[in-house]
């Protein structure tokens, strides 16, 4: 059975830094997309990041420049690095995985994956 278990958020000042990580385990894809969304409540959940397992990278454009998703294969955890923090980027962060077609891109469509962490809360205060 495939987990995720996110961790690492927390309360920042605006320019400030966190580092979110994704422990997962169960999974045997060779193939696949993980990724990073976030939602504040009365509000679509939006896509962040997402990682290939060939290693390509997306991002939305609110976080470019600012946010880099990395993975660890070998402790199977996934990361978000958050830099220059701002106040909008206030909201609950979901990591998602699910295997996909060699040779996929992935999504920021959230139907996509079927897998889900519990979520960790982000707040940046200014």
């Known amino acids: 059975q495939v987990q995720l278990v996110e961790s690492g958020g927390g309360s920042v000042q605006a320019g400030g830094s966190l580092r979110l990580s994704c422990a997962a385990s169960?999974?045997?894809?060779?193939?696949?997309?993980m990724a990073w969304f976030r939602q504040v409540p009365g509000k679509e959940r939006e896509g962040v990041a997402t990682?290939?397992?060939?290693?390509?990278?997306t991002y939305a454009d609110s976080v470019k420049g600012r946010f880099t998703i990395s993975q660890d294969n070998a402790k199977n955890t996934l990361y978000l690095q958050m830099n220059s923090l701002k106040v909008e980027d206030t909201s609950m962060y979901f990591c998602?995985?699910?295997?996909?077609?060699?040779?996929?891109?992935?999504?920021?469509?959230?139907?996509?994956?079927?897998?889900w962490g519990q979520g960790t809360q982000v707040t940046v205060s200014s």
């Open positions: 998602a995985a699910d295997w996909v077609h060699s040779g996929s891109w992935c999504t920021y469509d959230s139907n996509v994956y079927n897998y």
């Open positions: 169960g999974y045997t894809w060779k193939s696949y997309c």
């Open positions: 990682i290939g397992s060939d290693g390509s990278t």
